[in-house]
């Protein structure tokens, strides 16, 4: 049996894609393959999708996820390679490993398949992702709008020139740590004038929420929005001031510039 999408990996990322890819492919174009079985059985039972071997899963699908680490692509890819040389038909692997570009994924895999590599980030499992894609020339306009159009359930998707990849990951990809530490941070100084922890986490929450929807759907420059906030003489203005003497801009900058550094250390490993 053929199946659309095969996942060859279930955890947190391999899984927030499987689902998002439920919200809009039929479950029985989709299979589910990873190292625990019982974990590959369990996702599949909870969408209504297959499950099988990572030989089945890379035998059958026509978009092939290579969702484990990094450092466990070449083992894998080396386990199943006999599998895709077999294969007379047409398919693309799709790979989510940070730090490896295409051509290294070609390599490990013992040919020049085609390859669609994708950096997503946590908040595809809610439907609220950004996933950055490339693809190689050999990939078609076809595939990849079918691609994009099953992986709309996810988020946002947005092509990028492989060799800004990395750049862009270390900001999406990265990034939900960085905005998860900063929230936790807001509820904490809540907390801290007296607010009761549910609701200060709830409300640095929210006005994290809307503050960004406010910001992509004014399409306005964050320093106007910004300067809207902070009247003059005013509490904003004030714990703006505050940030700038913890050198939060310079710290924010260097939080993404020391994870795209280690991606590309990871890929050259």
């Keep these: 049996m053929s199946y659309t999408f095969g996942f060859i990996g279930c955890g947190n990322m391999g ?10 492919l039929p479950a029985g174009e989709i299979i589910l393959a990873d190292q625990s079985a019982d974990k590959a059985r369990a996702l599949a039972a909870k969408l209504g999708t297959a499950s099988g071997t990572n030989e089945t899963v890379a035998q059958n699908s026509h978009y092939l996820f290579l969702g484990v680490k990094p450092q466990m692509m070449a083992e ?3 386990s199943i390679a006999p599998v ?8 693309v692997l799709v790979t ?16 020049p398949y085609p390859v669609i590599r994708i950096m997503p980030n946590t908040p595809v499992s809610v439907g609220a992702g950004m996933i950055l894609y490339t693809a190689s020339d050999d990939v078609t306009a076809q595939e990849k709008d079918g691609f994009t159009a099953a992986m709309a359930g996810a988020g946002v998707l947005d092509e990028l020139p492989e060799h800004l990849i990395d750049a862009g990951s270390s900001i999406s990809g990265c990034g939900p740590a960085f905005a998860d530490l900063f929230i936790e941070a807001l509820a904490d100084g809540g907390v801290e004038c007296g607010l009761p922890r549910e609701k200060a986490l709830l409300y640095a929450t929210q006005m ?42 310079a710290t924010v900058m260097d939080a993404v510039v020391s994870a795209y550094d280690k991606t590309v250390e990871l890929g050259k490993k």
């Excluded at 895709?84 to 398919?91: E, I, K, M, V, Y």
């Design 15 to 24: 899984g927030a894609l499987a689902t998002a890819a439920a919200k809009t």
């Design 76 to 78: 894998m890819l080396a």
């Design 84 to 91: 895709l040389r077999a294969r007379g038909d047409q398919f």
């Design 96 to 111: 989510m490993a940070a730090g490896l570009p295409i051509a290294r994924i070609q390599e490990m895999a013992g040919y």
């Design 208 to 249: 994290v929420l809307g503050s960004a929807k406010l910001l992509l759907e004014s399409g306005e420059h964050p320093g106007v929005l910004k300067d809207r906030v902070c009247s003059p003489g005013g509490s904003t203005i004030a714990g703006v001031h505050a940030l700038e003497d913890g050198a939060f801009r």
